[in-house]
């Protein structure tokens, strides 16, 4: 079984489509079967009649440390929601609670010397092709592995920044090899199609998907394959 989890990139409190990492090129959502507007309360309240249970909001006025939108993540908490949420660097101060996981992007970290801060949370390897990018350089996968797989995460994100929003399909590469050094752990996001995307992941053991566009075009409607 994988696990759908349904992302919200927040900018200005509103839903935004989010394209390749280029953040500063991010328009308010349009055109989503969840609602007629970019309105977040509006989008989690269908996921959850659904049947979704778990979302990642990404706060990008706070990771880009010109506002906050702290209030969509509470709404989807009292929602009844588990998030995974990315707030910046600022996630690191904060704790984890039963509901709410702060997801540490490895593009706030510096490499090597902070690795050892992610003890115990989340980690998202913000990747951009088979490179993971730090806050200080940026190194291809198999160089930094040996100094990720020694630490004791809580789960690990792997997500493809340049196949965010594109439909592109995810990184078949990457994944499968990832995949074994972080058994029941690999949450894997940026450029899922469809349905088949998916069950390529269910089978090569992921346990969860970062779907947007694929969710708002229709395309994907299950919480659970």
Known sequence: MIEIIPVLDIMGGLVVHAVA???DEYKPLRGSVLADKPDPHLILTSLKNLGFTTVYIADLDAIM??????SVIYTAAVLGF???ADVGRRGLSLADTDRVAYVIGTEYMR???EVGLLV????????YGDEVLFSNTRRRVNEVIDDFKRVEFKKVLVIDLSRV???SGVNKAVISELVKY???KLIVGGGVRGEGDVMYLRDVGVVGVLVATAIHKGVIRRPVY
């Open 21 to 23: 990492g280029r953040r």
């Open 111 to 113: 490499y090597p010397n």
């Open 65 to 70: 440390g010109r506002g906050d939108n702290s």
């Open 120 to 127: 115990g949370r989340v980690v998202s390897l913000d990747m």
């Open 82 to 84: 588990k998030v995974l």
């Open 182 to 184: 972080f058994p029941g």
């Open 165 to 167: 929003g594109t439909g």
